[in-house]
């Protein structure tokens, strides 16, 4: 299933709402999601794998556990900005400006 920005623009109850709904159609159908998105609170609750890209190509992925290590930070926003701010990550030794997509599986 692709889903580009399933929660955009939604209040933040009905935005929770959606997250559950989808949530739990994946566990009863065991569907793979590809979700598009730039909010990163819902890929840290959503998503086992992640792929950063920049300018279409793909400039890191991982879990979003791994690309917190690996960037040092405490949230997958802040791992973002470090990516889009350009900065340079010491654990990771590049970075670039890229988007944040997720895989749920």
């Known amino acids: 299933m692709l889903l580009d920005e399933p929660t955009a623009s939604l209040d933040p109850d ?3 709402r959606m997250r559950t709904l ?3 159609y994946q566990r ?3 569907c793979t999601m590809l979700l598009a998105t ?3 609170g819902e890929v840290e ?3 086992n794998e992640v792929i950063m890209l920049r300018a279409g190509l793909v400039v890191d992925q991982g879990s979003p556990q791994a690309l917190l290590a ?3 930070r405490q949230t997958m926003d802040d ?3 470090d990516i889009a701010r350009d900065r340079v990550s ?3 030794g590049t970075s670039a400006n890229g988007h944040g997509e997720g895989i749920v599986s």
């Open 70 to 72: 690996r960037y040092g």
């Open 14 to 16: 009905v935005g929770d």
């Open 90 to 92: 010491p654990d990771h």
């Open 22 to 24: 989808l949530e739990q």
């Open 79 to 81: 791992v973002f900005l």
């Open 45 to 47: 609750r959503m998503c």
């Open 28 to 30: 009863r159908s065991g």
């Open 38 to 40: 730039h909010n990163m």
